[in-house]
T-cell receptor, first 110, second 112 residues
Framework: EAQVTQNPRYLITVTGKKLTVTCSQN?????MSWYRQDPGLGLRQIYY???????DKGDVPEGYKVSRKEKRNFPLILESPSPNQTSLYFC?????????FGPGTRLTVL | KQEVTQIPAALSVPEGENLVLNCSFT??????LQWFRQDPGKGLTSLLL?????REQTSGRLNASLDKSSGRSTLYIAASQPGDSATYLC???????????FGKGTKLSVKP
């Protein structure tokens, strides 16, 4: 089954404690992306990757890092999380057409 | 810069009604347009993808149209059901390598 998976699905952490949210896709897609979704602000892109070792900033990249060492994986790294990074995070991938989304990671930073 | 607007922000209808959700975008030079459904706290499910050369796409009770020149798309839902209750998001892609730009969605509630 074609899918995008994210882990963990829920995470509560404290300010400053480094964390990584993993994302994996099984569709051999070159393009992958991370979004955050906040009430009233909609979906905003954090980072995207056109292919292995190629990443670029989206609209809200501050406080986040990404890496793309393999085609299937695109982890999101928060080196020093802060409460304003409390949000619902989505990973996505696409080939030439439809963009597919993961189930989301709900992150709370205390 | 591309901007995507969805009107209305929320809509409540009785079961069985046909309804139309609207999406407008400011730059008509799009590669494709995609409609998604999102249930509360869940991920996005792709409903329909319309390429820039197409005028409409259909899937079951859903029909999406695209008018690039006027910067508009509509999602038509026939014979609405309570299970259709969700937020519907419209997104446009500016080029083959472009990123998706999302509207803020229309929250649909279908009452039994």
């Amino acid at each position: 089954e074609a899918q995008v998976t994210q882990n963990p699905r829920y995470l509560i952490t404290v300010t400053g404690k480094k964390l990584t949210v993993t994302c994996s896709q099984n569709m051999n897609h070159e393009y992958m992306s991370w979004y955050r979704q906040d009430p009233g602000l909609g979906l905003r892109q954090i980072y995207y990757s056109m292919n292995v070792e190629v990443t670029d900033k989206g609209d809200v990249p501050e406080g986040y890092k990404v890496s793309r060492k393999e085609k299937r994986n695109f982890p999101l790294i928060l080196e020093s999380p802060s409460p304003n990074q409390t949000s619902l995070y989505f990973c996505a991938s696409r080939g030439t057409g439809t963009q597919y989304f993961g189930p989301g990671t709900r992150l709370t930073v205390l | 810069k591309q901007e995507v607007t969805q009107i209305p922000a929320a809509l409540s209808v009785p079961e069985g009604e046909n309804l139309v959700l609207n999406c407008s975008f400011t730059d008509s030079a799009i590669y494709n347009l995609q409609w998604f459904r999102q249930d509360p706290g869940k991920g996005l499910t792709s409903l329909l993808l319309i390429q820039s050369s197409q005028r409409e796409q259909t899937s079951g009770r859903l029909n999406a149209s695209l008018d690039k020149s006027s910067g508009r798309s509509t999602l038509y839902i026939a014979a609405s059901q309570p299970g259709d209750s969700a937020t519907y998001l419209c997104a446009v892609r500016g080029g083959s390598q472009g990123n998706l730009i999302f509207g803020k969605g229309t929250k649909l509630s279908v009452k039994p």
